[in-house]
């Protein structure tokens, strides 16, 4: 699993990145301690990225594009990688969800009380397979998109330094700016996230590395990457 650890650089204003990105890093060590009282199968690795904000984002040199050319370079088998790309905005209000095209409030929800599991129209197995298991786990509403890159914030984060060497990636979102008003701004502080369905989040990431633990052959690579923080599990011990 992967999570960055960089919050926007500071302009006109500060930000002290709650949401973006504090929150991932926060649900990023809990699942360490979960996976360290039910230890896995194959090691874990657990990598928290730099460089993710702009200007630094879609250049060659961020902690992930890095990260994904080790693994191609060491033609290591991918399994999955899953980016939490801003995990703690959360509220009941009716009309406070944003989308980047118009009507898919129709098909999701106007309310901002859902999590959202993010790919590009290839890795539609792969969503297929994690949505469920996470639904299982908890009652936080998991709602998901496949689409094409055109579509506005498919790609904003690090797992598409793994899509460019072909590896199967998704991200984890409350949707970051398409509903979190203080996104990169002065006001994305801690006080503003809902840790209680931040808890159920990784509860239900937590459900979801059971159940493919379960499907997998031990004697298989496997390699999941979690924005800004990459897990991966190579060893038969944790």
Excluded at 8 to 34: E, M
Aim: charged share 20%; aromatic share 10%.
């Amino acid at each position: 699993a992967h999570g960055h650890v960089d919050p926007i650089p500071a302009r006109s204003v500060h930000t002290l990145g709650a949401d973006d990105n504090a929150s991932d890093v926060a649900g990023l060590i809990q699942l360490t301690k979960l996976l360290h009282q039910n230890q896995p199968n194959r090691s874990v690795e657990l990598l928290a990225y730099t460089l993710k904000e702009p200007p630094f984002f879609r250049m060659s040199d961020t902690g992930s594009a890095y990260h994904a050319r080790a693994l191609a370079a060491q033609n290591l088998s991918v399994y999955l990688m899953i980016s939490p790309e801003t995990i703690g905005d959360f509220s009941d209000q009716p009309n406070s969800q944003d989308y980047p095209v118009r009507g898919l409030s129709a098909l999701y929800a106007d309310t901002r009380n859902f999590i959202t599991i993010v790919g590009k129209l290839s890795h539609f197995n792969a969503t297929r397979k994690v949505k469920p298991l996470m639904r299982g786990a908890t009652d936080l509403p998991i709602f998901s998109i496949n689409a094409l890159p055109l579509l506005t914030g498919i790609d904003f984060s690090d797992h598409l330094n793994y899509w460019a060497h072909d590896m199967p990636a998704l991200m984890i979102s409350d949707t970051a700016f398409m509903r979190n008003k203080h996104y990169h701004l002065a006001g994305d502080t801690c006080d503003k996230l809902d840790y209680v369905r931040m808890a159920k989040l990784v509860r239900g990431g937590m459900q979801w590395w059971r159940g493919i633990e379960r499907k997998q052959s031990l004697a298989s690579t496997f390699t999941i990457i979690m924005r800004r923080v990459i897990v991966v599990y190579n060893n038969p011990t944790f």
